[in-house]
Nanobody, 123 residues
């Protein structure tokens, strides 16, 4: 059972990146997918998540309108499209599976956590 985020890199302010969250050893379709980030010297913070029932999404205010979650269950992969990136988005981004999703508070009951990928946004 493994979960791995990838697709990070260095991008200029205003640029875009698409991160992937690939699952192996289990069916990602059974789980909501949560995305998180941790900047240097800061605590990990939630970015948001996507439901496994109807692809409903929940975003924290700081990324609303710029970030978009999606998923392709046939490829056992979730995606995080990040547009309009800002230097304050610089962090290690990771994904995790969750058993429950809510439009009010996102994902709960965590399952597997994946290794992260570094996103660096230059000013």
């Amino acid at each position: 059972v493994q979960l791995q985020a990838s697709g990070g890199g260095l991008v200029q302010s205003g640029g875009s990146l698409r991160l992937s969250c690939v699952a192996s050893g289990f069916a990602l379709a059974h789980y909501a997918i949560g995305w998180f980030r941790q900047a240097p010297g800061k605590e990990r913070e939630e970015v948001g998540c996507i439901s496994n029932y109807d692809d409903s999404t929940y975003y924290v205010d700081s990324v609303k309108g710029r970030f978009t979650f999606s998923r392709d269950n046939a490829k056992n992969t979730g995606y995080l499209q990040m547009n309009g990136l800002k230097p304050e988005d610089t962090a290690v981004y990771s994904c995790a599976t969750f058993l429950k999703y809510s439009d009010y508070n996102g994902c709960t009951l965590p399952g597997s956590w994946g290794l992260g990928t570094q996103v660096t946004v230059s000013s």
